[in-house]
């Protein structure tokens, strides 16, 4: 399975500032997955990133809000803009290693309060 | 539109009981089908899935789902639960179209708790 490496692990924020994520892949995929999960909820997918294309917003997601980055295979970025208190979460990456029907695999998330 | 349900938002066990996790999903066709566990604090960790063929699959840790497409449900077990299963438990669908492993929609999770 992939090996995926989240950074910063958790950052404590001031409301109007951004934050950018940072996800690397120990092998290449095509698609990446950044998902948010609010306390004490379940996950959320917020886009799709492909690589050399526009990432694929889901409802709710705008990408003044969330720009995405994927230059290469193997990595992605997640910025998220003008934070207010809301937006205090864990994010999520995720990859899907395989075919079609294979599993999602996570990193360990970075915890985001806004303060 | 896709959707998965987990009616149960917080169930305890007792240390050695058997455990049963209920999880429906909404889907027009056969959908691939994943079990989740996020300890706290920790990312989440792949149980088990089912893609096709036998409907009851194992997984890591003794778990195991069974696919009943007649009930739209793919509910979790396991035989008797250690206290270090306690855990929060997410239910996935994904799609099946494309070649390329998909997104997943979650369900909303159910937090188990083990008691002594």
């Known amino acids: 399975s992939a090996v995926i490496s989240q950074k910063p692990s958790r950052d404590i924020c001031q409301r109007g500032t951004s934050l950018t994520i940072q996800c690397q892949v120990d092998s290449q995929v095509t698609m990446m997955f950044w998902y948010r999960q609010q306390p004490g909820q379940s996950l959320t997918l917020i886009a799709t990133?492909?690589?050399?294309?526009?990432?694929?917003?889901e409802s709710g997601f705008v990408i003044d809000k969330f720009p995405i980055s994927r230059p290469n295979l193997t990595f992605s970025t997640l910025t998220v803009s003008n934070m207010s208190p809301e937006d205090s979460s864990i994010y999520l990456c995720?990859?899907?290693?395989?075919?079609?029907?294979?599993?999602?695999?996570f990193g360990n998330g970075t915890r985001l309060t806004v303060t | 539109a896709q959707s998965v349900t987990q009616p149960d938002i917080h169930i305890t066990v007792s240390e050695g009981a058997s455990l049963e996790l209920r999880c429906n999903y909404s889907y027009g066709a056969t959908p691939y089908l994943f079990w989740y566990v996020q300890s706290p604090g920790q990312g989440l960790q792949l149980l088990l899935k089912y893609f096709s063929g036998d409907t009851l699959v194992q997984g890591i840790k003794g778990f195991e789902a069974e696919f009943k497409r007649s009930q739209s449900s793919f509910n979790l077990r396991k035989p008797s639960v250690h206290w270090s299963d306690a855990a929060e438990y997410f239910c996935?669908?994904?799609?099946?179209?494309?070649?390329?492993?998909?997104?997943?929609?979650f369900g909303q999770g159910t937090e188990l708790s083990v008691k002594p």
């Open positions: 995720s990859v899907a290693a395989g075919g079609r029907g294979s599993p999602l695999h």
């Open positions: 996935a669908v994904g799609e099946t179209g494309g070649n390329q492993g998909g997104k997943l929609i």
């Open positions: 990133a492909n690589q050399g294309s526009e990432a694929t917003y």
